[in-house]
Nanobody, 125 residues
């Protein structure tokens, strides 16, 4: 059974940094991609970033390029989202998700099979 467990959320001032972690278990993920999504109150869940487990290719939504970095540690089955220069508009619940197929360019959340429980990120102005 696949499990994804996020951690690292919290409250930070604008301009600050947080690092989210997503620990994955339950299968071999070498042919999978991992994504981070976020959902603000009253809004849809949207794509933030994704990475291929096998070759490390990455993809980002435009609003986080240059501020967020997605990475993975294959030995630990863990994916990270380093978030720098945070803005109040980054406030949301952040979810990690995984799907079969290594492409990190799939941004539709409906195409991701397994999801974590989410972690709250709040950026104060």
């Amino acid at each position: 059974q696949v499990q994804l467990v996020e951690s690292g959320g919290g409250l930070v001032q604008a301009g600050g940094s947080l690092r989210l972690s997503c620990a994955a278990s339950g299968r071999t993920f070498s042919s999978y991609a991992m994504g981070w999504f976020r959902q603000a109150p009253g809004k849809e869940r949207v794509f933030v970033a994704a990475i291929s487990w096998s070759d490390g290719r990455t993809s980002y939504t435009d609003s986080v390029k240059g501020r967020f970095t997605i990475s993975r540690d294959n030995a630990k089955n863990t994916v990270y989202l380093q978030m720098n220069s945070l803005k109040p508009e980054d406030t949301a619940v952040y979810y990690c998700a995984t799907k079969s197929g290594g492409s990190p360019y799939i941004r539709n959340p409906q195409l991701y099979t397994y999801w974590g429980q989410g972690t709250q990120v709040t950026v104060s102005s």
